[in-house]
């Protein structure tokens, strides 16, 4: 008797590559893994690194009725060739399209996780359709996974499914490999050529757009500048001007050479912890979060956080433990925070110190697996 066959899958293969690294591998030992998601380059990569086969479906990470449709035909199809025991799909079209396919074809276990939800931020049509999409996807899965207690809430208070929604551990996808996210001697000796000792260090990692906050943290950081002149902030990611892109003065206050304001591009590895480890406090003013995994990592580098009061960002920060929660878009509260981290040297050691144990004894990846493993024997008969 052969394995039982489970698909997992995500809209873009880079999520595939990322969310499910080294998961995938191990989970093959026990059950016949496939993973599916656009075809790419990213695809190829899972499928060498993990060992495991993969089958590439086209699908648009936006609305398009008619693209929509073809992927939802492609996908039934795959699902009446490979005859899988379980899907379990991650990201919001992947999840509709999955779950569809899953009930139309009769696959047993049609498992969905909610990662992160748009609709609570959204309005009018727009709104509506999001949470239509995702009553769907609810109507046709068999288990929902939302991946923290804001998302399950929201899940609830929006009349979105009467399913049984379960929480797996503490939440998040992924976990932290704290071996990796620490101040090992290879990353200090990177963040020795990053730090300065006279100037107190600010850092973003994300993505610069509207959305994360960005137009007030810029604002929040003039005011600190010009009033503390020895700070410095940077901010670690890619823009996405086209779509969602940041303020005309959030851009300038950027480019500016002299305000210790620096958009630093994307960085990864070694590189990536370097800036967590010569940083001095990590921001994330963010409107709506699934699960952030940066905030997971700041804290497991040892950072305090400043984090604005949404799903995923409060369930890592506890206020005045290992950081501080402001509300979202109040540019006013973002920087008393920061001022707070800046003057309060005693109280941000303090939370700096319990920020690491904290992210292991909640988020460590191998209790993170453990979870969503020993939920698959659960269901998986």
Same mark, same amino acid.
């Given at each position: ?37 656009? *075809? ?5 990569? @899972? ?44 990201? *919001? ?47 046709? #899965? ?14 609830? #208070? ?26 090992? /001697? ?16 600010? @850092? ?33 990611? /890619? ?45 994330? /003013? ?16 040892? !950072? ?29 509260? !973002? ?19 319990? #920020? ?26």
């Amino acid at each position: 008797m052969g394995k039982i066959k489970i698909i997992r899958a995500t809209t873009v293969p880079q999520s595939l590559e990322v969310f499910c690294k080294g998961m995938l591998m191990e989970l093959s030992k026990k059950y016949e893994v496939i993973g599916l998601s656009s *075809p790419g380059e990213a695809l190829e990569r @899972v499928s060498e690194r993990e060992g495991i086969r993969t089958i590439a479906v086209p699908m648009e990470r936006h609305i398009s009725l008619k693209k929509d449709l073809k992927s939802l035909f492609h996908m039934i199809r795959v699902f009446r060739e490979e005859k899988p025991y379980a899907v379990h799909s991650m990201t *919001p079209k992947a999840g509709l399209l999955c779950m569809i396919a899953g009930w139309f074809t009769s696959v047993p276990v049609r498992i969905h996780t909610f990662t992160g939800l748009v609709w609570p931020t959204s309005t009018g049509l727009k709104r509506k359709i999001l949470m239509l999409t995702d009553k769907l996807t609810c109507a046709c #899965a068999t288990h929902i996974i939302p991946e923290g207690e804001g998302v399950k809430n929201d899940l609830i #208070a929006g009349k979105i499914t009467n399913k049984p929604l379960r929480v797996l551990g503490y939440g998040n996808v992924m976990g932290v490999d704290m071996d990796r996210f620490s101040r090992r /001697p290879e990353v200090i000796e990177l963040a020795n050529q990053l730090r300065d000792d006279n100037k107190f260090t600010f @850092v973003f990692v994300g993505r610069l757009v509207k959305d994360k906050g960005i137009n007030e943290l810029c604002k929040a950081y003039e005011r600190i500048h010009n009033q503390y002149p020895n700070t410095r902030c940077w901010l670690v990611g /890619p823009y996405e001007d086209n779509l969602d892109p940041i303020s005309a003065e959030s851009r300038r206050l950027i480019d500016e050479s002299d305000n210790g304001l620096v958009s630093v591009g994307r960085k990864s590895g070694d590189e990536l912890l370097a800036y967590y480890a010569a940083a001095d406090c990590f921001v994330m /003013p963010s409107y709506r979060e699934g699960f952030p995994n940066t905030v997971l990592e700041a804290g497991a580098m040892g !950072l305090s956080s400043i984090v604005t009061d949404i799903n995923g960002s409060r369930e890592i920060i506890e206020d005045g433990k290992n950081g501080i929660i402001v509300p979202a878009k109040n540019e006013d509260s !973002l920087y008393d925070a920061m001022q707070v981290m800046l003057i309060s040297n005693i109280d941000r050691e303090r939370m700096a110190e319990n #920020a690491r144990k904290m992210i292991e004894d909640r988020f460590e990846q191998n209790f993170v697996r453990k979870c969503l493993y020993d939920f698959y024997d659960e269901v998986i008969k």
